[in-house]
């Protein structure tokens, strides 16, 4: 037992544990109750208000569905422009929509989106506390890659759902989101290593869950992001 482990952590790392780090469905303890914001947040910040911040994520919605500026547009079944609280200070970002989520028209879940429910039950949050969206909104066909044109179309839609959450934390899952949002390229496993801001928030870099499907393994690294994660929203507000 590790006597530094924090109280909100106990019963999901415990879990965790329990299930050989295959993360824990549901851990809903006291940590998964609203996260109070801190006090010494800046009050005037006119996107955040939580009206306008949910007004501001409905328009990217109507916009993605409209858009047409790369050829994506035209092939998927539904657009996916994200999901989740217009308050959350936790925001996921991955790669883009798969078969089921461009058939249901919401992120993550599929397979994948599966694993990411227990990422974020495991740190004792719900789903519906945090903001889930993709670079891409659309589904590439056969899943293949974001092209780099696809993603520069984009970005914008992403950083305008980041600037009307103003989250506290970004999770980047893999290496099209990490590099989307740091504008770098580079290893997911050396950007993985750093400290990095997007703007306001916190970026913590992790592994792709349809990685962590495939790879098992480093389910282990994936969870040490995710508690960096939980320790960076526990940790006094930002200034
Ligand atoms: N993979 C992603 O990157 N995003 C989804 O929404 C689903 C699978």
Redesign the pocket.
């Known amino acids: 037992m590790n006597s530094e482990r924090p109280p909100w952590l106990d019963a999901a790392l415990l879990d965790a544990e329990a299930f050989g780090l295959d993360f824990p469905r549901g851990t809903r303890g006291a940590a998964a109750r609203e996260i109070p914001r801190g006090a010494a947040e800046p009050a005037a910040n006119p996107v955040t208000t939580p009206r306008a911040a949910e007004a501001a994520l409905d328009a990217i919605a109507r916009e993605v569905e409209a858009c047409r500026a790369c050829s994506l547009g035209a092939c998927r079944t539904r657009s996916?422009p994200g999901q989740g609280s217009a308050q959350a200070r936790l925001f996921f970002v991955?790669?883009?929509?798969?078969a089921e989520?461009d058939s249901q028209g919401l992120?993550?879940v599929?397979a994948?989106?599966q694993l990411l429910t227990k990422m974020i039950a495991a740190i004792g949050l719900a789903r519906e506390q945090v903001f889930i969206a993709?670079v891409l909104k659309c589904r590439p066909p056969e899943n293949r890659d974001p092209a780099p044109a696809e993603m520069a179309a984009c970005r914008a839609f992403l950083m305008r759902q980041i600037e009307s959450v103003d989250p506290d934390v970004i999770v980047t899952?893999g290496a099209h989101a990490t590099r989307s949002l740091l504008q770098r390229e580079g290893p997911l496993a050396r950007m993985r290593g750093e400290r990095h801001r997007c703007g306001r928030a916190e970026l913590v870099v992790t592994y792709?869950p349809?990685y962590l499907l495939r790879s098992p393994d480093m389910k282990r690294a994936a969870w040490e992001d995710l508690k960096r994660a939980k320790s960076l929203l526990d940790a006094p507000s930002r200034a």
């Open positions: 996916v991955g790669e883009a929509p798969g989520e992120p993550f599929g994948a989106g993709n899952l792709h349809a």
